[in-house]
């Protein structure tokens, strides 16, 4: 029973989440039909053209039809063709995606282990100067605009001292050094936002654990600093951290958005962006959608493996 | 006479007392926070220089005494340009935050007390927003109906409000179940009674948190709309737009990118900052700083 709540539940979101976007998009001043054919849409002789245009894409109906058949093609899965490059919207997505993907999944690796180690250290020691510098670096990491470190980065390290290439992608099967040569600044530039976060989240929850009775005991039986910190405080502070991933994941999918952009990264941020400026409709309704399921699907998965692994909270 | 000083204190002035910082952090934020209203009330009471006064004669010019910061590709002022694009920042922050919760404070507490149907259709309404990358958010609908600071301070409130909504929501789910709200509630007071007088006051403090967390939010949001081409547009000034033009001076004039970035990154860690205090004096025994 409740299974089926959620479900209608998530239904329901992305209805909501697809409406939004649909009336958006038809808000927005700017004729694609006339975007498509550029400077020379106003000419007369042209009318026959854009009206063709229009028939080919539906955009001659009116605009209750057209969410009608969008609402229909969705619920068979078919998420359009783009009006721009004629390829299929979900082949668009599906080239995109991994970039995106590889972004995401590289700084969260990269983040979670660094984050445990400055939290934990940062909490062992409350109130003394190594607290107080580490918890100092990690607000300010969250609260750097992450394309202008982006840029920083760029310049130094790409332009400047030309350690890495500057913009683009390389598949990591074709050329794997390649790829982690593109690769590395943008991972460093989402990675230091998200370490400023999950430091900041690993340092009160182990806060609240070093406190605990059975830490106290295990003090009090010898036990070694490492193997008290990360043998049992930290493993404490892992399993939360699985909730805050998930919940970040909106938050980090717009970051990469913004990285990939100055970095020339062509992954799904930059697909919806160019969809945005030309008002490729198929493009932006299509990757929307599945950015958003992909953050409740995130979000769901993310609580079932805390209760996978913390038995109290299964009840 | 200095104990009877005390004594004939009236019991207000005892209470702002309390409230003026005493810790050096704490001092040294509210330095920040009212130089920034300064700047937004009036930038030309702290800088001589008007931010689009252009001199072909001091193009770029490195940080000095006569500009602190050195000066832009027109030979403006670059601290002048900062100063004068806090109005804006300002007024985004403050805005997009007090649209939300204009909006998410009243419903959170009608969903929080009532529940039943109005509560699942409010979370629903909430929670899809919440799927939804702000960024994302922002790009298209700024993008439909135009950069304007109108514009981004009603794009900045949608995307807030579930998120003080699910606070409000939160915290008078728990409260309502509160000896003193039950009986209060037993001794006849209304709902709007209940709501008003018993429940808010208790979730201001929760709210103090997450209201300069979310200002900090509304300001890097606006950088990187501006970076992408859709911040507010010249003559406007804004901390974005700034970052967006000095982007091609990393080489030339580095102190131009580097100084507003880092006015926008201490802006919004001490906004980040003034959250987690608020978290401490709300929640004496968990205190992370």
Redesign the interface.
Same mark, same amino acid.
């Given at each position: 029973m409740t299974r089926l709540y959620g479900a209608v539940r998530v239904l329901l979101i992305l209805w909501v989440v697809v409406t939004v976007v649909f009336v958006t998009l038809r808000l927005t001043p700017g004729d694609p039909a006339e975007l498509l054919l550029g400077p020379t849409a106003g000419r007369q002789d042209n009318a026959e053209r854009l009206a063709e245009i229009r028939a080919a894409y539906g955009l001659d109906k009116s605009i209750p039809v057209q969410y009608g058949i969008f609402l229909g093609n969705l619920a068979t899965g078919d998420l359009g063709v783009s009006n721009r490059s004629q390829r299929p919207v979900i082949e668009m997505i599906g080239t995109a995606a991994p970039v995106t993907i590889w972004l995401i999944v590289l700084s969260v690796t990269a983040a979670v282990p660094a984050s445990i180690l400055l939290g934990t250290l940062a909490a062992e020691r409350r109130g003394s100067g190594r607290d107080a510098t580490i918890r100092t670096v990690a607000t300010v990491f969250i609260a750097i605009p992450s394309f202008w470190l982006g840029l920083l980065l760029l310049n130094w390290f790409a332009s400047g001292l030309r350690w890495f290439p500057s913009r683009g992608f390389e598949p990591l099967l074709a050329d794997p050094l390649a790829f982690a040569a593109h690769m590395t600044l943008p991972v460093l530039t989402l990675a230091i936002f998200l370490i400023g976060s999950f430091t900041r989240f690993v340092y009160t929850e182990t806060a609240d654990t070093l406190e605990r009775d059975y830490i106290t005991v295990g003090r009090a039986m010898g036990l070694s600093r490492r193997s008290i910190l990360f043998r049992f405080s930290a493993k404490n502070s892992l399993t939360p951290l699985i909730i805050v991933v998930g919940v970040e994941i909106g938050t980090l999918i717009g970051g990469a958005v913004i990285v990939e952009e100055v970095f020339g990264l062509p992954g799904l941020g930059r697909l919806l962006l160019a969809g945005v400026m030309s008002r490729d409709y198929p493009v932006v309704q299509g990757t929307v959608l599945i950015i958003t399921l992909a953050v409740i699907l995130i979000n769901i998965l993310s609580e079932w493996l805390y209760r996978l692994i913390t038995p109290q909270a299964r009840a | 006479m200095a104990g009877a000083d005390r004594l004939g204190a009236p019991a207000g002035a005892g209470r702002l007392k309390a409230l003026l910082p005493r810790r050096p952090g704490s001092i040294l934020l509210c330095l920040l926070g009212l130089l920034a209203l300064a700047a937004a009330v009036a930038p030309s009471w702290l800088t001589p220089y008007h931010p689009t006064q252009i001199d072909a004669r001091s193009l770029l010019q490195p940080p000095s005494w006569k500009h602190w910061l050195g000066t832009d590709e027109l030979g403006s002022d670059v601290l002048a340009r900062i100063l004068y694009g806090t109005r804006l920042e300002v007024a985004i922050a403050m805005g997009s935050v007090a649209l939300a919760a204009l909006v998410a404070v009243p419903a959170g507490l009608l969903a929080g007390y009532r529940g039943g149907r109005a509560d699942y259709a409010l979370t629903?309404?909430a929670?899809?927003i919440?799927?939804?990358?702000?960024?994302?958010f922002a790009?298209?609908?700024v993008?439909?109906?135009?950069a304007s600071l109108g514009t981004l301070i009603g794009v900045l409130g949608i995307v807030f409000v579930p998120r003080i909504f699910r606070l409000v929501r939160g915290q008078t789910q728990v409260l309502t179940e509160q000896g003193f709200v039950r009986s209060a509630r037993s001794m006849g007071a209304g709902t709007g009674d209940i709501l008003l007088r018993h429940i808010l006051p208790n979730i201001l403090g929760p709210i103090m948190v997450i209201v300069p967390q979310l200002m $900090?939010v509304a300001i &890097?949001i606006e950088?990187?709309l501006s970076?992408?081409g859709l911040g507010v547009q010249p003559p406007q000034i804004s901390w974005?737009s700034l970052?967006l033009v000095s982007?091609n001076y990393?080489?030339s004039a580095i102190w131009y990118?580097?100084s507003?970035?880092a006015v926008?990154?201490? $802006?919004?860690?001490a &906004?980040?900052?003034a959250g987690?205090m608020a978290g401490n004096a709300i929640n004496p025994d968990?205190r992370?700083?």
């Open positions: - | 629903i309404v929670d899809a919440l799927s939804f990358p702000i960024v994302l790009v298209m609908v993008a439909s109906l135009g $900090a &890097l950088a990187g970076f992408i974005g970052m982007k990393y080489v990118p580097l507003v970035g926008t990154t201490i $802006a919004s860690a &906004l980040v900052f987690d968990r992370t700083s």
